[in-house]
């Protein structure tokens, strides 16, 4: 359905597109013909600008449609500047927004497990303090959906690992 849906919206812009250049043309001729024949210059030359008006509006959205279809089935790499830049343009052109296409290049939001083993690397890296990978950890697990996951299990046994090695001056809060 999908390759059939592509190619009809691809002939649909080619038609119309053939469409509004054929009546734009034949509009000229015939409001040249008016003009040395003494007919009605004004009205023929309204009638076929507003039907090639009409066809080209039809074209573009025709045009815009399978421009949308064919990014949503390209795979184009995600990144998140260009799903950034894509939001702002959006947020200044509304029209843009129905289209979606930030969310196309946007990256998958990473998953508990990918954001547990980032925090984890950080804090081997002595990146983070115990505190500050406590507090994160807490916070994580807090936004975690699923409270009952292996996630929080494998958490449990390493705070509780450090908790114990740790002493009491480590758990005081920072002084001023």
């Given at each position: 359905?999908?390759?059939?849906?592509?190619?009809?919206?691809?002939?649909?812009?080619?038609?119309?597109?053939?469409?509004?250049?054929?009546?734009?043309?034949?509009?000229?001729?015939?409001?040249?013909?008016?003009?040395?024949?003494?007919?009605?210059?004004?009205?023929?030359?309204?009638?076929?600008?507003?039907?090639?008006?009409?066809?080209?509006?039809?074209?573009?959205?025709?045009?815009?449609?399978?421009?949308?279809?064919?990014?949503?089935?390209?795979?184009?790499?995600?990144?998140?500047?260009?799903?950034?830049?894509?939001?702002?343009?959006e947020s200044?052109?509304?029209?843009?927004?129905?289209?979606?296409?930030?969310?196309?290049?946007?990256?998958?939001?990473?998953?508990?497990?990918?954001?547990?083993?980032?925090?984890?690397?950080?804090?081997?890296?002595?990146?983070?303090?115990?505190?500050?990978?406590?507090?994160?950890?807490?916070?994580?697990?807090g936004e975690?959906?699923?409270?009952?996951?292996?996630?929080?299990?494998?958490?449990?046994?390493?705070?509780?690992?450090?908790?114990?090695?740790?002493?009491?001056?480590?758990?005081?809060?920072?002084?001023?």
């Open positions: 359905m999908r390759d059939n849906r592509l190619l009809l919206l691809f002939a649909a812009v080619v038609l119309t597109t053939l469409g509004a250049v054929g009546l734009g043309i034949v509009g000229v001729v015939a409001t040249v013909g008016a003009l040395l024949g003494g007919g009605a210059v004004i009205e023929t030359f309204a009638g076929f600008l507003l039907g090639t008006l009409l066809l080209v509006g039809v074209d573009i959205v025709f045009s815009v449609a399978l421009v949308r279809a064919l990014a949503r089935r390209a795979s184009v790499p995600k990144s998140q500047r260009v799903a950034g830049g894509l939001t702002r343009l200044v052109v509304p029209p843009l927004a129905s289209l979606g296409l930030s969310d196309v290049f946007a990256p998958p939001e990473p998953t508990v497990e990918e954001r547990h083993e980032a925090l984890t690397r950080r804090y081997v890296e002595g990146d983070l303090s115990e505190a500050e990978y406590e507090r994160e950890l807490q916070a994580l697990l975690s959906e699923n409270p009952d996951s292996e996630l929080l299990d494998a958490v449990d046994m390493e705070t509780d690992l450090s908790r114990t090695a740790a002493t009491d001056a480590e758990y005081e809060p920072a002084r001023e």
